[in-house]
């Protein structure tokens, strides 16, 4: 079980602080704790009750309450990292001089965590010469800044000045938690070690088609391979998901072949292969489709009381990729699995990968326990990563962000 480390979400006063909740709620699902201290001006554009109850910790927001506990610099000299999402423009100018005319501005003088921060503003104001001036300042201190995105701006314009996705926000900021010391230089150059490399990443659960209206398909919502994609990203990776009918979104800085069947997604990974140094195949593919399908829908007046399909075994994607690697491409799979027994759960890994012939196998129980839901669909997941002897290299539990992050640090 993992210390819980103690991570201060910073909120200031940009339409973006709404997105803010989600940050929040992905660091509390990871089993951290989290302190948000929301200035007065993102109160205007976010309720506290909702922060409160999503962090489950009170919202400090006043640099006048708590005197006696010295509040104002107690959170900062308690923080293992401060997030700010979204940093305005007036914040980030504040943070650039040291200013410390309010609760946030005296936490992050007062810490000696690491800072990551998530600007979001109009793009006049991030191009302004002003705010490239203190943005290149706080880099220059080892400030870790995420995006911001291009897209939709609050209006009706668009261009840079978005504030980078949530889920994005929450790999970097992990990323910078998990395996950097408070030094700002070490944080940039670990945040980016997989720069450059190409990594292909399959997502979701196929459909195989049995008449015009139905398929057979699978619980998978895409949860874990969508972390991977964004953590490889926030990695500095040049990432292309092949996505198969997922439950999430995907953050638009992700280019994204969609696919629905198992035929569908091997064509998909076999043409981009060739380009990949790392192939993820964390898609749920099904074993069999159906021999044929129907054209019209399959009536129940037809078929009476039983209906028997027939079924025809799919290619297995990952063994003809693994087959067919180049030297240097590394080959990572999965294999959820619902066997209870933890020994022979991997003994099933073990047996899998020496089949398969990829170079890493990402084990996780799926399925029911103890009433509830493991695995598919959950926010959650629990991983034992084999090699190819069958050897443990690694072993994570947490959110699917933190999760990917281990998985990634393989190929780091
Ligand atoms: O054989 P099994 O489905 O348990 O193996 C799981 C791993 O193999 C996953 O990485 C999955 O993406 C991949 N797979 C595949 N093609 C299939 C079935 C599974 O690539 N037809």
């Known amino acids: 079980m993992k ?3 103690t991570i201060v979400v910073g909120i200031t006063g940009g339409i973006a602080a709404y997105k803010a909740v989600n940050i929040v709620r992905a660091f509390v699902l990871n089993g951290d704790s989290v302190h948000v201290i929301a200035t007065a001006a993102a109160l205007r554009f976010i309720g506290k009750p909702t922060l409160e109850a999503i962090s489950r910790n009170p919202v400090h927001t006043d640099l006048y309450e708590g005197v006696a506990e010295v509040r ?9 990292l401060i997030v700010v999402a979204p940093a305005t423009a007036n914040s980030i100018a504040k943070l650039a001089v040291g200013l410390a ?11 000696r965590a690491p800072l990551v921060i998530a600007p979001a503003m109009h793009t006049e104001m991030w191009t302004n010469p002003a705010t ?3 943005v290149a300042v706080l880099r220059s201190r080892g400030v870790t800044i ?17 504030m980078e996705e949530p ?7 992990l990323a910078v938690l998990d395996r950097t010391s408070p030094a700002g230089e070490a944080a940039a150059s670990v945040l980016h070690d997989l720069t450059g490399r190409r990594v292909l990443i399959s997502a979701g659960g196929t459909r195989e088609p049995l008449d015009p209206v139905r398929f057979l398909g699978n619980r998978s919502s895409g949860r874990q391979g969508v972390a991977l994609a964004q953590a490889a990203l926030a990695r500095g990776a040049v990432v292309t998901l092949v996505a198969a009918n997922l439950e999430v979104p995907v953050p638009t800085s992700i280019t994204t072949v969609m696919v629905t069947s198992a035929l569908e997604m091997q064509e998909a990974m076999t043409t981009a292969a060739s380009a990949a140094d790392v192939i993820i195949m964390a898609a749920a593919v099904a074993d069999y489709r159906p021999t044929a399908v129907q054209h019209g829908k399959i009536k129940k007046e037809e078929a009476g009381d039983t209906l028997t399909l027939e079924l025809v075994k799919n290619p297995d994607i990952l063994a003809g990729l693994s087959a067919t690697s180049r030297p240097g491409q590394v080959i990572i ?22 089949r398969k012939g990829c170079d890493f196998l990402v084990v996780n129980r799926v399925g029911y326990v103890d009433g509830e839901t493991v695995g598919f669909g959950t ?3 629990t991983v034992t990563v084999l090699d190819r002897h069958g050897v443990i290299v690694n072993e994570a539990a947490g959110s699917k962000m933190s999760v990917a992050n281990c998985i990634l640090d393989l190929i780091g």
């Open 3 to 5: 210390t819980p480390r």
């Open 72 to 80: 104002h610099v107690a959170i900062g000299q308690g923080a293992d």
């Open 101 to 111: 005319d309010d609760l946030l501005g005296n936490t992050i003088l007062a810490s």
């Open 132 to 134: 490239v001036a203190n």
């Open 146 to 162: 995420v995006g911001p995105g291009v897209g939709r701006l609050t209006g009706t314009d668009s261009g840079t000045g978005r």
């Open 167 to 173: 889920e994005t926000i929450v790999a970097v900021a």
């Open 333 to 354: 799979g999965f294999a959820a699995e619902t066997e209870a027994d933890a020994d022979r759960l991997l003994n099933l890994g073990r047996e899998k990968i020496s």
């Open 379 to 381: 926010e959650r997941n």
